[in-house]
């Protein structure tokens, strides 16, 4: 499901909307606004997007604090915060259990039984120079033309265990029909992680697999009827990811 989403950042007069890939809902259409959502709701830190104090802040309290702009660098929590997302760069495969047979029959598997219609493989980044996020980023050569990894469609996708709370980053965006929706997780990075699914829950991939229903049913009994050579061969190409 693809759900529009503002761009906070864009020119207030007239607000940009754009696909939103950010968030378990995708209710954010861009880094800003979401690293913008977090900085306040999460670190409780007002700021250029969310200026605004909570509707239940007490007026004889202290001000929350504001992200303003550092003496030396001029640069924002919210701008440093960003800035670092940027170049940081996707973890890298276990390249040699990748190159291992195993891995790469489970690899074959992983797109065979259908996992790779929503755990995309591979995307290639606009071109440097692209205006983004209603015209205010320019992307840069460093993320342009950029062959990625992902495992993810960024789309949103009901597979049976939603929590029924829909989200958007403004009341007027809210869409009821993305309560038991959610975001495709990118796989890339998958062997550092203990708790997998939205809600941290499933303690393997196994389990995670287990937990599919939904519109990944019919993918889910595709896994249940390999062999066990195959599930392993499976695992192994999840382990190198």
Known sequence: ?????PVFE???????????????K??????MSSCADSLRNELGMRNR??????????ASDSPTPFDTPDAKTHKTELERLIDEIRHTSPPA???SLAASL????????????????????TYKTVPPGTRINGGTYKVPKFLGNAIIHPYSDFLLHDVGTGDGIPQAAKPEYLDQSTANKFHTAPLWG?????GLMHDGDSPGTEAAVKRHGGEATT???QYEQLTPTEKQQLQQFLSSL
């Not at 195993?102 to 039984?113: N, P």
Request: aromatic share 8%; glycine share 6%.
């Open 26 to 31: 995708s209710q954010h259409s861009s880094l």
């Open 93 to 95: 495969r276990d390249a």
């Open 219 to 221: 993918v889910r009994r």
């Open 49 to 58: 997007l969310y200026p605004d104090e909570y509707p239940t802040h007490v």
């Open 1 to 5: 499901m693809v759900v529009k989403a």
């Open 10 to 24: 864009a020119n207030k007069s007239s607000t940009a909307v754009q696909v939103g890939r950010f968030g378990w």
């Open 102 to 121: 195993d891995a790469q029959a489970g690899k074959r598997l992983f797109t065979q039984i259908g996992c790779a219609v929503c755990h995309v493989s």
């Open 190 to 194: 998958l062997r550092f992680r203990q």
